[in-house]
Nanobody, 121 residues
Framework: EVQLVESGGGLVQAGGSLRLSCVLH????????IAWVRQGPGKEREGVSC????????EYAASVKGRFTISRDSAENTVYLQMNSLKPEDTAVYYC??????????????WGQGTQVTVSS
C-alpha cells in the first residue's frame, strides 16, 4: 500500500524558515514524481513544487521560486521542501502527493494527510 506521511509544519515569523518532510511508504522503482501542494484559507489548491524520481528534474511555482527548494533522499525514502524567506501568504496546509507526472491541475493519485504551516507577520 502506498502511503505518504508529512511532517515539519509549524508557526514561524515572516522571514523565517521551515523544512517539510514527506516519508514515502510502499513505493518501488523510480517511475513517479512527488509534489508539494498547498491550500491556504479560502484559497484553491496550489502546486508548489514537484520532483521526478526518474531524472531529478524539478518544477516550482512562480510564487516560491528562489525561496523554496525541493530535494529527495532515496536512502531515507524522503522528499523535503526547504522553505526560506517565508511570507504570511505562504500560510497553508501543505500536502505531499504522488503520481506518474507533475500535475498542473494538482489531481494527483496519492496524497498525504497534510501539515499546517502558519507564517505570522
Amino acid at each position: 500500500e502506498v502511503q505518504l506521511v508529512e511532517s515539519g509544519g509549524g508557526l514561524v515569523q515572516a522571514g523565517g524558515s521551515l523544512r517539510l518532510s514527506c516519508v514515502l511508504h510502499g513505493f518501488t522503482g523510480n517511475n513517479y514524481v512527488i509534489a508539494w501542494v498547498r491550500q491556504g484559507p479560502g484559497k484553491e489548491r496550489e502546486g508548489v513544487s514537484c520532483i521526478s524520481y526518474r531524472d531529478d528534474s524539478t518544477e516550482y511555482a512562480a510564487s516560491v521560486k528562489g525561496r523554496f527548494t525541493i530535494s529527495r533522499d532515496s536512502a531515507e525514502n524522503t522528499v523535503y521542501l526547504q522553505m526560506n524567506s517565508l511570507k504570511p501568504e505562504d500560510t497553508a496546509v501543505y500536502y505531499c502527493a504522488a503520481d506518474l507526472d507533475c500535475r498542473p491541475r494538482n489531481d494527483y493519485d496519492y496524497w498525504g494527510q497534510g501539515t499546517q504551516v502558519t507564517v505570522s507577520s
